[in-house]
């Protein structure tokens, strides 16, 4: 099956400022991908260039199986995180528009989202709320019928109602069609709840990405007596470590059992992995703190 997404060495620079580095990824197609990181960490430059708005530095760019441009724009749905919409057109003039750009319009799909949401076809866009205007960006992205929807922190104005029944409608989406998704957030509940392959993007490089069922089931946290994590054997690659005078916590990757008998081991929850590989990049950069809201 192609990739939804292919990132060799890829890398954005905007003057001195990386804002993307060295980035190799492989998203699979048919996924929920979620990708996390705190501001500025370069989530919406990558899904830009996946989309052809900005071009690399460095490194190449594909998009289901052919180099991310304009010319990929047909089979791509995308909702830039300002949720751009024509603020003097109506509601039914935007999916006017949509039917006329797009060959595969889905007009049931579309109106029948609108009248859902209680929206009124009349209405001018630059009248909506921000949360409305998300949904109109989000419906017009949908009903587009893409092979690959791209959302740039799609639920971030949205009402926690309307963020889960908008999340619910995504993944009925993926069920039914055969539709990849990479959408950033910074909540990570939201990815549980719908993601099934995790990107954790932090100071523009990519810190860990997989299925999330894969490294939920390869991350431990150790608790033991104080012992120097250069001591533990190869297999164990440690993401986090904290110690006092006589205890030691490891958060650590591994695909081999956990034989000593000294660790008190548990799973951790994606909310764990999520910080973990987050607080690594900012153990170099002491004073800035991650800003990842965990809600619930
Ligand atoms: N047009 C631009 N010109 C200069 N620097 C930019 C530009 N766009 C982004 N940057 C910088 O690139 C870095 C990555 O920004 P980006 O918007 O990709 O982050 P993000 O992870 O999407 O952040 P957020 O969660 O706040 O939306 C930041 O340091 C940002 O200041």
């Known amino acids: 099956m192609t990739a939804a997404l292919q990132a060799q060495g890829l890398g954005k620079r905007y003057g001195r400022r990386w804002a993307l580095t060295d980035c190799t990824l492989d998203l699979p197609a048919g996924r929920v991908v979620g990708l996390v990181g705190p501001n500025g960490a370069g989530k919406s430059t990558l899904l830009n260039l ?18 991310a441009g304009t010319s990929q724009l047909a089979r ?64 017009l992205g949908i009903a587009k019928r893409p092979e690959l929807l791209i959302l740039d922190e799609p639920v971030a104005a949205l009402d926690p109602l309307a963020r889960r029944e908008f999340l619910q409608d995504l993944m009925e989406a ?84 956990i034989l000593d008998p000294a660790w008190t081991v548990t799973q951790l929850t994606l909310e764990d992995l999520v910080l973990a590989y987050m607080g690594r990049s900012s153990q170099t950069k002491q004073n800035d703190r991650p800003v990842l809201e965990v809600q619930r």
């Open 50 to 67: 996946a989309v052809g708005m900005l071009t690399p530095t460095a490194g190449s760019i594909d998009v289901l199986g052919s180099a």
């Open 174 to 257: 993926v069920a039914e069609q055969e539709l990849s998704v990479v959408l950033s957030s910074h909540l990570v509940s939201d990815v549980e709840r719908s993601c099934d392959y995790l990107v954790v993007l932090v100071d523009s490089r990519v810190q860990v990405s997989g299925d999330i069922d894969t490294l939920l089931a390869t991350h431990y946290r150790l608790v033991g007596p104080r012992r120097d994590e250069k001591s533990l054997p190869h297999n164990q690659r440690v993401i986090s470590a904290s110690h006092t005078d006589r205890q030691s916590t490891l958060l650590i990757r591994t695909d081999e059992p």
């Open 76 to 139: 791509i749905g995308f909702v830039a995180q300002d949720t751009p919409t024509y603020a003097r057109l109506s509601i039914a003039d935007h999916l006017k528009l949509g039917a006329h750009l797009n060959p595969g319009w889905d007009e049931t799909l579309a109106n029948g989202r609108i009248q859902r949401l209680g929206l009124d076809p009349k209405q001018r866009a630059g009248r909506l709320s921000g949360g409305q205007r998300a949904q109109l960006a989000l419906t």
